[in-house]
T-cell receptor, first 109, second 113 residues
Framework: QQQVKQSPQSLIVQKGGISIINCAYE??????FPWYQQFPGKGPALLIA?????SEKKEGRFTISFNKSAKQFSLHIMDSQPGDSATYFC????????FGPGTSLSVIP | NAGVTQTPKFQVLKTGQSMTLQCAQD?????MYWYRQDPGMGLRLIYY???????DKGEVPNGYNVSRLNKREFSLRLESAAPSQTSVYFC????????????FGSGTRLTVV
C-alpha cells in the first residue's frame, strides 16, 4: 500500500511568519511533486509543483524544497497572510496520484 | 472561465435512492476523474476515464458507476445510496501531456440519511 504522510496535521502561524508543511512518501517511482491549496467549499487548486531533477522551486512567497534521498518534500510559505488560511495537500504522482491527508493552516493577524 | 463544472452543489438523499452527479470540462482534456473527500482521509479516487469510451476503477469504486458520455462529460451514478457514501465529490481533469496537475470542480456535497 502506497503511503503519503503529511505533517503537521494542523498549523497556526502569525501573520508575517513562515509556514512549513512536510510530505513524506515511499514510492520511488513518483516523478512529479505538487502541492494543492483548498479553501472551504471549493475544490483543490494546484499551487506549485516540482520535478525530481531540481531541489528547490520558488514562486512568489511559495517554495518547494525536495529531498530525493529522504523521500520528502516540503512547502514553505513566506510572509504568511490570513488569505493563505486553507488546507494544503501534497500529491506525489507518476501515472497515479496519491493525495496526502491534508494540513489545515490558519494564519492569525 | 475554462474549467470543470459540477452539478448539483448540494444533495440530500434517503438510503436506497439513486442519483447522478454531473461533470463537464471545457479544457479539451482526455482524462477525467471522480474523487471523494472525507475528513482526515484526503482525496480517494473512485473512477477515472483516460479517454472517451473508456473507464476504469480507482481505489474505492464499490457502490458507484460512471459514464463517459463524450469528451466533455463524465457522470457518476449512485444506484442505491448508503450513509457511507455521505461525502464531498470532486470531478477533475488533467492535461494529456506536460504535467500531472489536476483542475478540480467545486464539488458536490452529498448527504445520505
Amino acid at each position: 500500500q502506497q503511503q503519503v504522510k503529511q505533517s503537521p496535521q494542523s498549523l497556526i502561524v502569525q501573520k508575517g511568519g513562515i509556514s512549513i508543511i512536510n510530505c513524506a512518501y515511499e514510492n520511488t517511482a513518483f516523478d512529479y511533486f505538487p502541492w494543492y491549496q483548498q479553501f472551504p467549499g471549493k475544490g483543490p487548486a494546484l499551487l506549485i509543483a516540482i520535478r525530481p531533477d531540481v531541489s528547490e522551486k520558488k514562486e512568489g512567497r511559495f517554495t518547494i524544497s525536495f529531498n530525493k534521498s529522504a523521500k520528502q518534500f516540503s512547502l514553505h510559505i513566506m510572509d504568511s497572510q490570513p488569505g493563505d488560511s486553507a488546507t494544503y495537500f501534497c500529491a506525489p504522482s507518476y501515472d497515479k496520484v496519491i493525495f496526502g491527508p491534508g494540513t489545515s493552516l490558519s494564519v492569525i493577524p | 472561465n475554462a474549467g470543470v463544472t459540477q452539478t448539483p452543489k448540494f444533495q440530500v438523499l434517503k438510503t436506497g435512492q439513486s442519483m447522478t452527479l454531473q461533470c463537464a470540462q471545457d479544457m479539451n482534456h482526455n482524462s477525467m476523474y471522480w474523487y471523494r473527500q472525507d475528513p482526515g482521509m484526503g482525496l480517494r479516487l473512485i473512477y477515472y476515464s483516460a479517454s472517451e469510451g473508456t473507464t476504469d476503477k480507482g481505489e474505492v469504486p464499490n457502490g458507484y458507476n460512471v459514464s463517459r458520455l463524450n469528451k466533455r462529460e463524465f457522470s457518476l451514478r449512485l444506484e442505491s445510496a448508503a450513509p457511507s457514501q455521505t461525502s464531498v465529490y470532486f470531478c477533475a481533469t488533467k492535461p494529456d501531456r506536460g504535467g500531472y496537475g489536476y483542475t478540480f470542480g467545486s464539488g458536490t456535497r452529498l448527504t445520505v440519511v
